[in-house]
């Protein structure tokens, strides 16, 4: 859509960075990084505290208590710091001393002293119940070519634990993710299309990784958006971790604000102030429905639960454009109580639910044609709680649109997770002394400030011929460096640049930690596709079982069989392929050459070159067709 | 004129204070507004701290005093004080069975004052009661606040005042009586009340927390709540200190006052039991004791807590002179040497030992090993040791020998005396046997 459309309807997104750095954790002197080999196991309960509650109601207690046991996986490279049995150490120099480099990279101005704080979090991620967190530089600036976009804040924070598995009663969470260092760098809400707001997003994790200090991977860095247009309200999508569905979250987000102010209208113009929200019991009339999910619940002792929604009617549905409304809307805030979903009267009849059911729902509600209402079937207390919140959303819809905060979900749309959260409870974490921010120190990071991206880009291409999409996805992935450093130990730029801008980040999407194989280790596998021990198409295959088996290339060489077909096993491999497929040859002809070479790498890929495959198979074939 | 004191007087001249919300302007011109926090510790001598509206606290260097102004004084009056709403106050509850709290301080009973930031001892020990309402379920506590003081400045005269006043407890009706406590010195007092009392009615469990219970993830919670149910439940008439078993909030130990030491600077489950198995866990409430224990008498509890607060106490080292102990050990009225391994010293304090000795100052030995007994018997300088006078004491830990003969001495003078209640095991601080 052209930018006009979103200017007309006064979009602001601004945009929140958590990346992690690679500098060693925060509080402690573990490296950053995570395992699956867990060696030890814990069981904690985390309770408010009296003394930020304010007030501790004695019901409300009992029932976060039962919430709010967790256990928690240790790995090798966890200590008693992140078990929370140790206190936090001085904060990482290394983590302070990149957060204020990119701080100058923004042009933020440092506060003088850093001072850590608490945020109370009790959902477990952290095992002492709050995140360390410090702000570090204010009123920076980033500068697009087209305009300035404002950074509020740059903060430094350690990341939480990884929530592993969820059983009701109990959450797991492994403790190697929490406490690496975290930069988080939030914007101005300065950008005005979907666009902007990747571009800005992409140029920021850009300068992140010009520093060099940065973890690499998934999950390395999070985005959380802060989306809103005219006459809608703030949303926050928090945690999107794909670059490319920016633009898509931002987009569908307007529609859904658009949307939802059109149905504030319309419920306006029909004159709908309110939301009664009486609720029948429909169990008995019911229990001979056709609808699944309504005989599961009656026959396990459930209940079925309407409300009327007086002129709701058609608001519920998708509108004219596809956009999902109210229904969906309404949806995800019954499944908060623990349902599966809810029906709305605009897709029924359906679903088992017969037209006379429907008859029946609106007699007892006592509603009619303009009016819509709600079912819900699952246990009396489950949809009792899950109607109170469609409800409860339902009468927002009267108002507008909520200040809420969404998870992105994978098609590009998003979904309720929470209300936005209030000010943050913050407290001085006591444990760790305040740093000073002296001259001295912004000298030296002065004198760390990195090659900028465009630069380095330009530098590639001259130096090494490299095109200007090669450079720049060198670029992009922070590879640049390490090519630099790879060249100059003697290996070929071509080899180089294959796997550092096309096999590294085919490992990364895979969920590989490329981090683990050093430069050394990489230069050494190279240095073996330039001697010929094995050829470049296995580089791949043998890079992903090293890091995931953690193998030498010896190891993963000998484990994977790649090691060389010599020229006599290639041609006794083609020979053999030949003679089966003589006749289809003398059929086909030339074209014979694509199929059997398919067959040929087939078997040979990794072991030998492509291109020796190749010449031998076209030989062959060739003298197969001049014997005829 | 320091940096610091020039902070101060630029903002007393200013008559701002801590909480008054302020606008401090950097050198490089920014404005920021936030509320003046107190001055911390280890801030630089220029810096204020200002809290902006985040909630984020920052430190902004003040070079000239009309960098900063007040916006608006700070509310008087008290800061908010949380409220706690339990059913507690409801008619029925006060026929539950009576506990006593004597709090002493420590991390336990320490909160952080979140307009301030600062670490303060001691709330009430109702409010700390009170902290961990499920406590009113089970039990009617009665609180009092002895002493708001970390551990590390308890002295002997806070072992008896403490020893008085929960032999009060218990004997106005209480089923046993909780006494938190800084767990640095924890094993200490529960020695002193285990020589102290006796005739104990009930037990009387020192409870500390290695996390502060101003934490969402503090230990004291379950603690407290485990040193409830052993008060109510176990028939145990022991002075003992609990604490977490592990890492876990599932388990806590239940340890022998005179046999316990903390072992780890940090962990939950610092505590251990020293030369033995521990007395016994509880476990969701419910408690296994071991079968070696003193159960409940009928009373009345009687109260004996003199110590002599003049016993001093050395671990032996490596070039540790006669002269340097001599010094040390001037004008102290018995000393207790934790020696090396199976208790030796350096044989030219032989007779430094034996000067004592004649002195009527007795000289105790324990070992510096974490475990096992002393046994100077099979060494010649062990043997020239207990010529000299040295009294051996087993398998006693240093700091309970330490205790023991603070509180022998506070009885007699009579270093014949002396050396033979020493030797007589009085709280089950000796063990005879230590099980492979």
Known sequence: ?628 | MSEKEFLAKALESKGLEPGDLVEVVSSDGRMLQGILMPHHEFSGGDIVTIKLGSGYNVGMRLRDPDAIRLIMKAETGKPLKAKIMTSSKAGGRSALPKISIVSTGGTIASYVDYRTGAVKPAITADELARSVPELADICTPKSEVLYSILSENMRPKNWSELAERIADHLNSGSMGCIVPHGTDTMGYTGAALAFSLSNLTGPVVLVGSQRSSDRPSSDSTLNLLSAARVCLDADLGEAVVLMHSGPDDEVCTIHRGTRVRKCHSSRRDAFETINGAPLGSVEGGRILLSADHEKRSNGKVLSDPRFDDNVAMLNFYPGLTAAKLRKYSDGASGLVIAGTGLGHVHQELIAEIARLTADDIPVCVTTQCIGGSVNLNVYSTGRDMLKAGAIQLGDMLSETAFVKLSWVLGHTDDIGKCREMMLLDMRREMGLRRPL
Request: hydrophobic share 40%.
């Open chain 1, 1 to 628: 859509m052209a930018d006009d459309y979103y200017i007309s309807l006064g979009l602001m997104v601004g945009i929140e960075i958590h990346q992690q750095l690679s500098t060693g954790k925060l509080f402690c002197s573990c490296p950053c990084e995570l395992s699956e080999k867990v060696t030890k196991r814990f069981e904690r309960a985390l309770r408010p505290s009296v003394s930020e509650m304010g007030e501790i109601d004695r019901a409300a207690l009992e029932e976060a208590q039962k919430k709010l046991r967790f256990t928690y996986e240790a790995t090798e490279f966890d200590c008693l710091v992140e078990a929370d049995e140790e206190p936090p150490h001085s904060a990482s120099s290394k983590a302070i001393r990149t957060t204020l480099l990119l701080s100058k990279m923004v042009c933020a101005t440092p506060v003088d002293e850093i001072e850590f704080m608490r945020k109370i979090v009790i959902d477990g991620s952290n095992t002492s119940g709050f995140q360390r967190t410090a702000l570090v530089s204010m009123m920076g600036k980033l500068d697009m070519p087209w305009k300035c976009i404002g950074i509020d804040t740059i903060c430094l924070e350690e990341d939480a634990a990884r929530r592993i598995a969820e059983d009701g009663q109990s959450v797991v969470f492994r403790i190697d993710r929490l406490g690496i260092p975290l930069i988080e760098i939030a914007t101005a809400p300065d950008m005005r299309t979907p666009e902007e707001a990747r571009e800005v997003a992409e140029r920021i994790g850009t300068l992140l990784r010009a520093t060099r200090m940065v973890r690499r991977g998934i999950g390395s860095i999070r985005e959380d958006l802060n989306i809103s247009i005219s006459g809608g309200a703030r949303v926050e999508i928090k945690g999107v971790q794909e670059l490319d569905l920016i633009p898509e979250y931002v987009d569908n987000e307007v529609a859904r604000q658009n949307a939802l102010i059109a149905v504030r209208d319309e419920l306006a113009a029909r004159g709908i102030t309110d939301v009664p929200g009486q609720k029948v019991d429909l169990t008995g009339r019911m229990k001979n429905s056709g609808s699944k999910i309504i005989q599961k619940a009656v026959g396990s002792g459930g209940a079925v639960l309407a409300v009327g929604l007086p002129g709701f009617a058609g608001l519920m549905r998708p509108d004219s454009e596809g956009v999902k409304r109210l229904g969906r809307e309404m949806a995800f805030h019954a499944r908060v109580a623990g349902v599966g979903g809810l029906f709305h009267s605009d897709e029924l009849p359906d679903y088992g639910i017969t037209d006379e059911e429907v008859d029946m729902i609106r007699s007892v509600l006592g509603t009619g044609e303009n009016d819509g209402f709600i079912l819900v079937a699952d246990s009396m207390d489950k949809a009792t709680a899950a109607l109170e919140r469609a409800v409860a959303r339902a009468r927002q819809a009267v108002r507008g649109v909520p200040e809420e905060t969404r998870d992105p979900l994978p098609d590009g749309t998003s979904a309720y997770s929470r209300p936005l959260p209030g000010r943050a409870r913050m407290y001085p974490e006591t444990d760790v002394p305040p740093i000073t921010v002296t001259a001295q120190m912004m000298r030296e990071v002065e004198g760390m400030i990195p090659e900028l991206p465009e630069n380095i880009v330009a530098r590639l291409r001259k130096e090494h011929s490299l095109s200007k999409e090669q450079s720049e996805a060198l670029v992009k992935s922070g590879f640049d460096k390490l090519f630099d450093e790879m060249l100059s130990m003697g290996l070929s730029s071509k080899i180089v640049a294959r796997t550092l801008i096309n096999t590294m980040p085919e490992l990364e999407k895979e969920g590989l930690d490329v981090g683990v194989l050093g430069k050394d280790v990489l230069a050494d596998v190279l240095r073996r596709v330039d001697r010929g021990d094995f050829s470049k198409e296995g580089v791949p295959k043998l890079l992903a079982r090293m890091i995931e088996e953690r193998e030498s290339p010896e190891e993963a060489l000998a484990e994977l069989n790649l090691t060389g077909a010599s020229d006599i096993q290639v041609e006794a491999a083609i020979d053999r392929i030949i003679e089966e497929k003589r006749d289809f040859i003398l059929e086909r002809g030339d074209r014979a050459m694509a199929p059997l070479m398919g067959l040929a790498m087939k078997e040979l890929r990794g072991k030998a070159d492509g291109k020796l495959i190749n010449e031998v198979m076209s030989r062959k074939i060739n003298e197969i067709l001049r014997e005829k």
